[in-house]
């Protein structure tokens, strides 16, 4: 049976979440394999709830199998995000990759991404990094390419952007996925506006300040699994870390040398700001300048903490936990049994077996499943 894998977060499962996969269903019959983020997600914060819980979610939504994207590349930037997701997409034999895209159209995003890998583009970037050091590198990006083909496509929505990211990595991995972007409904993903289909940002800051009516923006199934943990107060939230990233940036900034997302003279700016404020929402706001958004530096600061190299994002995942499925997710695994490109995990005991880079990869992962115990806001 066909496989179509979505790379996510579901940071909660929403009605938006559950529309895409009903679109994916409406494409014909396949198994739906969410490769979904781990315990820290892309904006270097900690999900809302614990995977498992997630997971369930997706399951009750209409997923088939929820494989985890292990921390760093959860909380990595798209391109490494991207990377480990299709690389483990690929490595489970899916067949396509279905992503949300504000156009829809896959097509024009191929165009685009074919144009961001010529060498005439690589060119131009090259020449306006130097002569514009203080531009951020989207910023960057979308003058270049407007300088060389007259038009900025898809460089101002969020889920377009991951989409040329989930392209550039089919294309550098060789990996056997067609592509297929289905249009985003509701919300743009940083909304905060609450609807029937709005996005997890909104979900998230109605929570924090203690509004959410979880009903009507997730399907029941899912808001069953999820409201049980927001009643007994069984959440994250970065905050819970202002201390240990105090501490963690009180050091010379030359032992941050090397860090997952430290470039440019970040890791100054970060261990001094850390001198004067005490919390990590001071301190990024004290840090933040034209070339770094404010998920970078949260990224940054939480890769400091676990002591993530970049050189751990540039690889390859050799590795991933089941996080849930149903029988025909269990169907796909079974197909896997073996699998030679990747160790899929069924049970946390079978790490034990593991070999080569993907020990030290698990024991990442662990240590940053421990940070992220520590985020919770309530342990009674």
């Known amino acids: ?101 504000e156009s829809g159209e896959t097509s024009p995003l191929l165009e685009t991404a074919e144009r961001l890998a010529a060498p005439e583009f690589s060119a131009a970037m090259k020449n306006s990094r130097e002569a514009h050091p203080e531009w951020s590198a989207a910023k960057l990006r979308e003058r270049v390419y407007a300088e060389l083909y007259g038009e900025t496509p898809h460089f101002s929505g969020s889920n377009d952007i991951l989409a040329l990211e989930y392209l550039r990595a089919i294309r550098d991995l060789g990996a056997s996925l067609e592509p297929v972007a289905i249009r985003r409904v509701g919300g743009a993903y940083r909304s905060a506006e609450l609807s029937e289909i709005c996005s997890a940002t909104a979900i998230r800051s109605a929570i924090f300040s203690g509004t959410a009516q979880l009903s009507p923006y997730m399907p029941e199934a899912a808001a069953d699994i999820f409201a049980p943990y927001i009643a007994a107060g069984r ?62 530096l949260r990224r940054a600061i939480v890769s400091a903490m676990l002591g993530f190299k ?40 079978l790490a034990a077996k593991l070999t080569g880079a993907a020990i030290d990869q698990y024991a990442a992962n662990r240590r940053a499943e421990r940070l992220y115990e520590l985020t919770r806001v309530k342990f009674s």
């Open 235 to 296: 959440y994250h939230h970065l905050s819970m870390l202002d201390t240990a990233a105090a501490v963690t940036l009180s050091r010379d900034s030359s032992e941050l040398s090397g860090i997952m997302e430290l470039s440019g003279g970040m890791e100054h700016r970060l261990c001094a700001s850390a001198r004067h404020y005490d919390t990590i929402a001071e301190i990024i706001a004290a840090s933040r300048d034209s070339r770094y958004s404010d998920s970078r």
């Open 1 to 101: 049976m066909k496989v179509t894998a979505i790379i996510c977060e579901y940071n909660p499962f929403h009605n938006g979440h559950a529309h895409m996969i009903d679109e994916v269903r409406g494409r014909g019959e396949t198994v739906i394999a969410a490769i979904m983020s781990g315990s820290w997600v892309q904006r270097g914060e900690p999900a809302i709830i614990e995977k498992y819980a997630r997971a369930r979610m997706a399951i009750a939504g209409g997923c088939d199998l929820v494989l985890e994207l292990p921390a760093p590349w959860s909380m990595s930037g798209a391109q490494f995000f991207a990377r480990a997701g299709v690389h483990i997409a690929d490595c489970i034999g899916a067949d396509a990759l279905a992503f949300g895209s």
């Open 310 to 349: 970049m050189s751990d994002a540039d690889a390859l995942p050799r590795f991933t936990n089941v996080l849930a499925a149903n029988e025909k997710g269990r169907e796909a695994l079974a197909k896997n049994r073996g699998n030679e490109r990747i160790a899929i995990l069924a049970k946390p005991k």
